[in-house]
């Protein structure tokens, strides 16, 4: 049992700091739960660096169980993808990136951005629009407790899916999914894919279409990664000449529609995936600040843009770009919930390609664990 250290009165500062600190020898004597406590509530960059620490410390902070712990307490940020860069970010996914070259054929890579980890991914079993930033998607399936790659294949006439399990045994391969054809093309009935990232929500990977028959209208093609089974799903607003983009709020599938004449925005969400049932939920404006807000308006030819949004705390929040000619971009994030703007500090002097939603964690993408099962047993027994 360690001694407890007696300090006398008028020792000084350097004394006292010299004698209240561990040895690193003696860091593993720290009682297990009270060192996982403090450790899930730093940022992933800082936990990572004390692996080093001893071997107790590795071991804690390589554990599932401490993993999704630490991720379940981390706070969301963004990726933002501007100008010319080796990687294209395609998704983001529990602190995972999913990345791709700026050439069409180039491959696709998984990484952590904090622990520099990665793996390489082969190439899909088609190559047809293979290139397609769109045509990909990144999710976790909480029920099977597994990360999995979505391959949209658009040859135009049918829609098919291949998928890819990560860090699984066997290998990272390409299949493709026995029943998940639909048709979308036939003489009658002409489809398009927008150019925009497909969103991922607890397993479900969604991909925005325009269905070009007069009258055109949109839909939303579903690929359920755990069940791999597709759903054609018509949004509550059919004309495509309006600025409808697609987000994800609290969990659930969500688009917001800018009828382009003004600055009002409307909230649609999905309540039922199965059935395709969306309800309205909010309608504001931004096109005045809110008392406590601190955006200012200059440029009245300035387009505002929906870029991303995230969930945390019962908190809604969706970020708008606002560019013009004369000035850089400026950020807005508006609170669903408050009805309040305020003003993000970004160092971004361009227009933004793309927005992604990321939380830092210390996942591996060279592992495969399963997460439904995981426990504090096995940590405090």
Known sequence: MRKAVKVEAGASAAKISKSLILKKNDMSYLPQELLFNILVRLPADKVYEFRRVCRSWYTLIHDPFFIKSHLERSKPGFIVKQGFVNKNVLGSCNGLVLLKGKKKQSSLSVANLITKQRVNIPSTT???????????????????GTFKLVHLVDDRWTVTFEVLSLGCFGGHKWRCVNGSSISLNSENDKWQFRNQHPISINGIVHFAGVRLVQPSSIHIVSFDAGAEVVQKIRVPIHDDKECNT????????????????NNTYSVWILKDWLK??????????ISKPSIKATVHWSDSSSIIDVRSSFSRKGRKIIIFERRSFSSTPSHIAYDLESSEEYELQFDIRQHS???????????????????????SQRLFS
């Open 126 to 144: 088609s190559d047809h629009h293979d290139y397609l930033d769109y045509s990909y998607g990144f999710t976790y399936v909480p029920e099977a």
């Open 246 to 261: 697609f987000i994800e709020l609290g969990g659930m599938l969500s688009m917001v529609q800018n009828s382009n004449t």
């Open 353 to 375: 390609t793309a927005f992604f939603t990321h939380v830092n964690s210390l996942f591996s993408p060279k592992l495969c664990y399963n997460w439904v099962h995981l426990s």
């Open 276 to 285: 395709g049932s969306w309800e309205k939920q909010y309608m504001f404006s």
